[in-house]
């Protein structure tokens, strides 16, 4: 085999391996709730994320990829009129096998603890190492870096009080009253409409981003609040039909969560596949389109074969069907006792 014949092979199974840590962790990391609290079983739950996952990646995931993740590193340095001169491509080449096996070691060493990590970190953090070995303190861009590392503190912040609020709300509305099953007729559909409204929106901005990159703003207005209106008319509907089987209301309240948590994992799985796989076949298509080129010249956009994006969906179901169970123990049941 030549030597870019034994790149390439060893850049696919990189992305296989990096693909396989995010769908034990990543994945594991967003399944979590749904199966500590019960609404699913793990089975269930590595169905639904096998399926929408996949369908996620291969349908609506980024069809062009920038070769640096988040612009970290400066890739003009890289090209063959840059300070590695003609080595410059294969410099890239070899960064990228790098820093998927960084990442995924280091994603393999924290789902064997137990710890829900983010793989997008993970992986950003991997290229800067690299770009500060192959350039120095001048490769990385350290004002993007810095932004970055704000949202590793202001992210758990902000979900923390979101959080505190909405169960603060449920339970004074719903939990704490003298009838919850009827409470949770009458305030579930507004929730119901909230959710099926955050989800539109998500939706769009999120797993569409690579179909549809700017969507005008009143068509996605519209489309969200008309989604939250006939979500919370149909719940209303079928709540007002829905007579209380158990003597226990809340059995009652949580099957109506239930359904909502869900639905939310089925949206998350299928999000999670059209974005997050580009940390793995992000670096991978790089590498494939640069000897492709004959380490001639430097993509800076590159087109993502579908086998690509293909090989990052299966990693990921496989991942979270083999090694998933781990964080899922942990977001589930490590850190607070869950109901839906």
Not at 249 to 266: C, K, M, N
């Amino acid at each position: 085999m030549t030597e870019s014949s034994w790149l390439l092979l060893l850049t696919v199974i990189g992305g296989l391996y990096m693909a396989w840590n995010i769908g034990a962790n990543d994945v594991a990391n967003a399944m979590g709730t749904s199966v500590g609290s019960g609404a699913l079983t793990l089975r269930r739950a590595i169905l639904i994320a096998a399926v929408f996952e996949f369908s996620g990646a291969v349908l609506v995931g980024t069809h062009v990829t920038d070769t640096i993740r988040s612009g970290l590193v400066d890739t003009t340095l890289f090209e063959p009129t840059g300070p590695l001169g003609a080595d410059g491509p294969f410099v890239l080449a070899i960064g990228m096998f790098s820093a998927l096996l960084a990442a995924g070691i280091w994603l393999q060493m924290a789902t064997h603890w137990g710890l829900p990590v983010s793989t997008t970190h993970s992986i950003v953090g991997a290229v800067v190492g690299f770009g500060f070995v192959a350039l120095g303190t001048a490769g990385v861009r350290w004002a993007e870096v810095s932004v970055i590392a704000v949202s590793w503190v202001i992210s758990p912040i902000t979900g923390a009080l979101i959080a505190w609020a909405m169960f603060a709300f449920i339970r004074s509305s719903i939990l704490r009253r003298s009838d919850p099953a009827e409470a949770a007729r009458r305030v579930g559909p507004y929730l119901v409409g909230l959710v099926a409204v955050i989800l539109i929106l998500s939706f769009i901005y999120k797993a569409l981003k690579n179909v549809i990159s700017e969507p005008p703003l009143i068509l996605v207005i519209g489309t969200s609040l008309f989604g939250g209106v006939l979500a919370a008319l149909i719940t209303s509907w079928i709540l007002r039909r829905r007579t209380q089987e158990q003597p226990n209301p809340y059995v009652y309240v949580e099957r109506v969560f239930g359904w909502l948590q869900i639905i939310t994992a089925i949206f998350v799985a299928f999000a999670h596949g059209a974005n997050d796989v580009a940390n793995a076949i992000g670096p991978l298509a790089a590498v494939v389109n640069i000897i492709g080129s004959d380490f001639a010249e430097l993509p800076h956009s590159v087109p993502v074969p579908f086998w690509v994006m293909a090989l990052g969906g299966v990693g990921i179901v496989v991942g979270l069907a083999t090694w998933g169970y781990k964080v899922i123990a942990t977001i589930g049941k490590e850190i607070t006792e869950l109901t839906p």
